[in-house]
Each structure stands twice: as structure tokens, then as C-alpha cells.
């Protein structure tokens, strides 16, 4: 991703593009693969890689101005754990609880044969399975 990619992002987050918040940007979105995290754990990264201090509120603030942005996905674990997600097409996850890593499922790899009506007044957004492993 070029650096004017990182400047729209911010922008069509509503950020200004700080020095800090451009290094967050490109730490979540120059990169090969899917990448999952938690604000806490993003902090952490950021922390051993960063030349500049951030701040948590930083942190925090950024991811969810790019969540409310349609640039991060948020996934929630047995509602107590949010990980956000680079990736905001519809897809499924593994979550090894034993070492806290959420893990992609190929959408492709799924076969959903029925889905049950959704209760009245309501509508089904999407679909997504999740599969919790362990040893």
C-alpha cells in the first residue's frame, strides 16, 4: 500500500494524519496477510516496532475510527475478547482459546445448507461461523 493509500484511509476515517497515526496505519495495513488483533495486543506490537511513542488512547481511538470507517472488522470471542480484523469481506474463523489466535476460514471451505428464518422484524445481515479449537 502507498503512502497516499495510508493518507486516504485516515482521512476517510476522519483522522488527521499524525505522525502517530499514519505508523498505525501502515503497521495494520501494509502487510501480506490478514492480520487479527486486540487493541491491547496491537499496543504491545507497536511498542517493540515503534520509533515514537503512542499512546493507548491512540491506539484505541485510531482502530475504532477505522472500524467505524469500514476499514477493520470487529469479531467478538464468547463476548469478553473483541479482535479487530483487516479483513472486512464476509468470512469465517477458527480461535484457538489456548493461545488466543483468531485464524481465517476460506469462505469456500464452508457449506451452509440451511439457515433458519430470522425472527419477525428482523433480517439476516450475514453469515459467519466460527469454530473454537483446542489440543
Do not use: C, W
Not at 469456500?108 to 425472527?119: E, F, G, L, R, V
Request: proline residues 2%.
Amino acid at each position: 500500500m502507498k503512502k497516499i493509500d495510508i493518507l486516504k484511509k485516515l482521512r476517510s476515517s476522519r483522522l488527521r494524519p499524525t505522525k502517530q497515526r499514519v505508523e498505525i496505519a501502515k503497521f495494520l495495513f501494509e502487510r501480506d496477510k490478514t492480520f487479527h488483533f486486540t487493541v491491547e495486543s496491537l499496543n504491545k506490537l507497536l511498542i517493540k516496532k515503534s520509533t515514537s511513542r503512542i499512546a493507548l488512547a491512540t491506539v484505541y481511538n485510531t482502530v475504532h475510527a477505522f472500524k467505524a470507517a469500514g476499514h477493520l472488522s470487529e469479531v467478538e470471542v464468547r463476548g469478553n475478547k473483541t479482535y479487530f480484523d483487516t479483513n472486512v469481506s464476509n468470512h469465517h474463523h477458527f480461535y484457538d482459546s489456548e493461545t488466543a489466535e483468531l485464524i481465517d476460514i476460506d469462505a469456500n471451505d464452508i457449506i451452509i445448507q440451511k439457515i433458519p428464518k430470522a425472527p419477525n422484524g428482523k433480517k439476516i445481515k450475514n453469515v459467519e461461523v466460527f469454530i473454537n479449537l483446542k489440543n
